[in-house]
C-alpha cells in the first residue's frame, strides 16, 4: 500500500516498534525502503533510558521510570506508556507539518499512523502488579484500565491535532489490531511449561527427536514456533505421522503426551490443507524471491500444527499470562473502525477481515485498490458499509 501511495505522488509515514519493521515499505529494489518517507521505530526491547521532561498524556513522567537494571520498555505499565508517547508525538508533529521529531517542516502525509503496545502489554504483565483482564466478559484490572484509558487519550491527541490542523473532515482515521491475545479471561491461562507446580512440556520437547537442530532447518531457519499454538517443521517429513502418534499418546497417567502438551486439535496431511498450501518444496521454487501458488507445495506451512485446549500457552516465561499466534477466539476476533464526520454511524455485523483495510485506504485515496498484487491474485474486497453523508 505505501508503494502504490507513494508512486502516486502521497507522502508516506508511519511509526512502530521495530526498525525491521520498515519492510512495510514493500518492495523498492534497493537498498533502503524508500516507499516510506517518513518512517520513525525506537526499539521496543531495548533498555528504559530515563527521558528527562517528557511525561505521557496520562501524565507519567518519563525521567523517572519504575524499573531494574537490564528493562527494557515491555517490562511496566508506565515504562510502555511513556515508549508509545514518543511515536504518538511522532504522529502528532506530522500532522503539523513536521518530520516525526518535530526538526523541520515536512508535507503533512498522506497515510501516516503508529503501532500502540500499551493496551498488549498492559494485558499479559505479570510482573509485581497483575495486568490483563479479570474474567471472560473482559473486566480490566486496574492496572490495565490504565493502559486503556492512556491510548484512549494518546488517539484524542491526535485527532486534537487533525482538528487544529482543519484536517479531521478530510481523514479517515482507522483503529484495529494486528491481532488478539489468549486467553482473555486470565483464569484460563495455563502456561506449559515454566511455571511451578505444572507437569507439562511442549510438543517440541515430546518430538525433539524429529526436529532438525535450531536454526538449521534449510526450509525456515528454525523448525518449530510455539506460543499459543505449536508449529513444526520437521527434519524428515516422512516421519509426520510417526510423529503425530507420539503427540497423541495418552494414557491414565498425568504425564501421558496428550496430557502433558494440553492437546486440543492436531492439523497435518489432508487437514493441513484446508487452511494452507500442503508442505513442501515446489520443484521450481526459486528459495530466493518466489512464493508459491495456491495449491502448490509450500516450505512456510508447518509439517504439524498442534492446537492446544484453549488457555494453554507454551511459555517458559513468568512476566506473561497470555500470547498469540493462534487460532483461538481470542487470537482471531479483533475491533475495526473506521471514523469520519461524514461517515454514517452504524455497526457492521458482516464477516470482515483486517486485510480488508489496505484495499479501503486506497479507495478512500481515490486510487485503485486493484494495484494491490494482493487484491488481484485474492480478490480481496474493500470493508462493506462505508457510507458518507453529504
Known sequence: IYGVIHAAGGYTAWSDKHPVYATVSGPTGTSVPSNVDDYYAPEVNSDIVSIPGFHTVSGDDCSTIPHAAGDDWTTGFAAIRCYDQLKVNAVVNEIMGKDHLGAKTAPVPTILGMNFQAVSVGQKLIKGVKGGYTDAAGDPTPAMLGEIKFVDAAIGQMVDALQDRGLLRSTAIIITAKHGQSPVDTNRFFPIPGHSGTNGMPPSAVVGSFLPPVYSNPKNALGLAEDDISELWLTNPADTAAAVNLLETTGTAPGSNATAIGLGQIFFGASITTMFNAPGVPKDLDACCSVPKPGELDPRTPDIIVIPNVGVVYTGSLKKQSEHGGFA??????????????????????????????PTILQLLGLDPNSLEAVQKEGTPVLPGLEFEE
Do not use: G
Open 329 to 358: 477466539h481470542d487470537d482471531t476476533n479483533v475491533m475495526l473502525l473506521v471514523s469520519n464526520p461524514s461517515i454514517k454511524a452504524r455497526t457492521v455485523t458482516s464477516f470482515v477481515e483486517t486485510d480488508q483495510v489496505a
